[in-house]
């Protein structure tokens, strides 16, 4: 395979402790994008296979090798069974990446004291698809090169955010973090509209998903904003206006997703307390 970023861009070596959804999206666009994989290990309880050459434990070695980078991938609620065992494998140069969503960088520096360089990542799943967005968030215990480094890990997944204030997080999560599923969500109800007036769902379910995709592509080339490209679709007296002005009655639209997105965020914050 032909490395496609620097070999530097990615650490000595790394750890992944679970490996599902999401953190299986983005080892499997590291592969790709040159990622040698004998310089990863998984570490997953049902031990299958994850690729060719990438090593799958059911437990923690001994120790990890100098210059680790670390991604927890495993569900929140676990952070203390795996900070248990992890903890004290790390050494000042263990550098830790979490996707933990609900998880506060003052959980993890007290869970993972002896590690300095620790940041949060919320990425989304099409980053396997090097077409994902991660928000990373790191304090100024974190060396520099380090955040130097993991921003480079990240950027084959797609568009890199760094957050500048770690209260902003949940909202981040609840946009980008959660907004695959939302926007499944909206390719599913347009194909169900479609039927609902009349469209044979196959092939309303066909149509709804290509003018997602299509406008999205667009939208992500245009040189105007999709609120300039929505009125480029309506002409005036036609039948997009008619339609735009359900959605934009009492600002509908804005107060659902408005509504949607704070409640993501709120469940991130429960988390945050351990609810
Ligand atoms: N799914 C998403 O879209 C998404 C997006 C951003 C962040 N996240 C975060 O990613 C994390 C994982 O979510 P997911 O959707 O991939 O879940 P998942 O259930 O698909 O993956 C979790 C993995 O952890 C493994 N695991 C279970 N117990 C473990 C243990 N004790 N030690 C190590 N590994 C263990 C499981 O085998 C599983 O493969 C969560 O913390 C979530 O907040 C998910």
Redesign the pocket.
């Known amino acids: 395979m032909t490395a496609i970023w620097p070999d530097h861009l990615f650490p000595n070596h790394l750890f992944l402790?679970?490996?599902?959804?999401?953190?299986?999206q983005m080892l499997s666009r590291w592969l790709s994008e040159g990622l040698e994989p004998a310089r990863v290990t998984v570490?997953?309880?049902?031990g299958k296979p994850v690729a060719d050459g990438v090593a799958v434990v059911t437990d923690y070695p001994a120790a990890l090798p100098a210059g680790t980078t670390v991604l927890l991938?495993?569900?929140?609620y676990?952070i203390a069974?795996?900070a248990d065992a992890l903890a004290p494998l790390c050494a000042a140069d263990t550098r830790i990446v979490s996707?933990?969503?609900g998880t506060t960088l003052a959980e993890l520096r007290s869970r993972f004291p002896a590690a300095r360089d620790i940041v949060r990542a919320?990425?989304?799943?099409p980053v396997g698809l090097g077409e994902g967005v991660t928000a990373l968030f790191s304090d100024d215990a974190t060396d520099s090169a380090a955040r130097d480094a993991i921003g480079a890990l990240i950027q084959p997944l797609g568009l890199v955010e760094w957050i500048a204030d770690e209260a902003l997080f949940n909202q981040v999560t609840a946009l980008s973090?959660c907004g695959?599923a939302f926007l499944f969500r909206f390719v599913d109800t347009l194909a169900r509209a479609g039927e609902a007036i009349g469209i044979p769902a196959d092939q309303a379910a066909r149509m709804a998903l290509a003018t997602v995709q299509g406008s999205a592509n667009m939208a992500a080339r245009a040189a105007v904003s999709p609120s300039t490209l929505a009125d480029q679709v309506a002409s005036p007296g036609g039948m997009t206006r008619q339609g735009l002005n359900v959605l934009d009655a009492d600002d509908r639209l804005l107060a659902l997703l408005t509504d949607t997105l704070a409640a993501a965020r709120d469940r991130g914050e429960a988390m945050a307390r351990g609810e």
Do not use: E, T, W
Not at 43 to 46: C, D, E, I, Q
């Open positions: 402790v679970g490996c599902g959804n999401m953190a299986g570490l997953r309880p049902s991938g495993m569900k929140p676990q069974d795996v996707i933990l969503a919320m990425p989304n799943l973090g695959p």
